[in-house]
């Protein structure tokens, strides 16, 4: 926390699933349904190492103890069937599935003056957004639909902090998962952890809860 006395963030790019609202349960169970359907082995742990990482990535690892490789139109539809799956989750998502320790903390950052930004790896990320009533808040919104290498390469942060028209070293990320906090130092940035990237001790700081944010930055 000593780094915290001297830094001083212009702008605050924020992970999506597991950061700001609790989708990464509802990645869990949709990818729980899929490997029961091929009787595959896939528990929590396992699902940490989804975090932050693409859908068809995501699928390779899903499907690592799969006795047969599969043909990249299987992998295809096997990755639609998982998406269809969420979404049909995402869709029961309101606003009442924004946190309040998250909505506080927003709000308190900007009226401090932050840019605030979205770098996430979901290409459902404009669909969630709508749906927790957080269409249009944030300054930026970095996505699975606008990069070509999903996390840990920066590129989902560098292209937000372009898009907040500020330099790397002014941004501080916001992650639960390892891959992203990698991310982020890979991309010149600190990262503020929470969740299972916190427990891992992978961040900058290591926080118990996003209200912890309002401590670390000024
Ligand atoms: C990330 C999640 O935010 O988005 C990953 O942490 C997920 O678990 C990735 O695989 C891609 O999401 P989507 O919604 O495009 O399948
Ligand atoms: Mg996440």
Redesign the pocket.
């Known amino acids: 926390m000593v780094k915290a006395q001297t830094m001083q963030y212009q702008g605050i790019i924020f992970?999506?699933?597991?950061v700001i609202c609790f989708t990464?349960e509802y990645?869990y169970q949709a990818w729980k349904r899929l490997a029961d359907e091929l009787g595959v082995a896939f528990d929590r742990e396992k699902n940490n190492r989804?975090?932050?990482?693409?859908?068809m990535a995501?699928l390779d690892i899903v499907l690592e103890d799969y006795p047969e490789p599969l043909a990249e139109a299987e992998k295809l539809a096997l990755a639609e069937q998982k998406?269809e799956t969420?979404k049909s989750l995402l869709a029961t998502m309101t606003p009442a599935d924004l946190p309040e320790d998250v909505k506080a903390t927003l709000l308190a950052l900007r009226a401090r003056g932050l840019r605030l930004a979205i770098g996430?790896?979901?290409?459902?990320t404009p669909f969630i957004l709508r749906q927790i009533g957080l269409d249009g808040f944030f300054d930026a919104v970095s996505d699975?639909n606008n990069i070509s290498k999903s996390k840990p390469d920066p590129e989902v942060f560098l292209k937000a902090a372009q898009m907040l028209g500020l330099e790397p070293e002014q941004c501080l990320v916001v992650e639960d998962?390892v891959a992203g906090a990698e991310a982020a130092h890979r991309g010149g940035m600190d990262a503020a952890c929470v969740g299972d990237a916190s427990q891992a001790k992978a961040g900058t700081y290591n926080l118990s809860s996003i209200t912890e944010l309002l401590n670390v930055v000024k």
Do not use: F, I, Q
């Open positions: 992970d999506l699933d597991g990464d990645h989804l975090r932050g990482v693409s859908r995501s998406n969420y996430s790896s979901s290409k459902n699975g998962a």
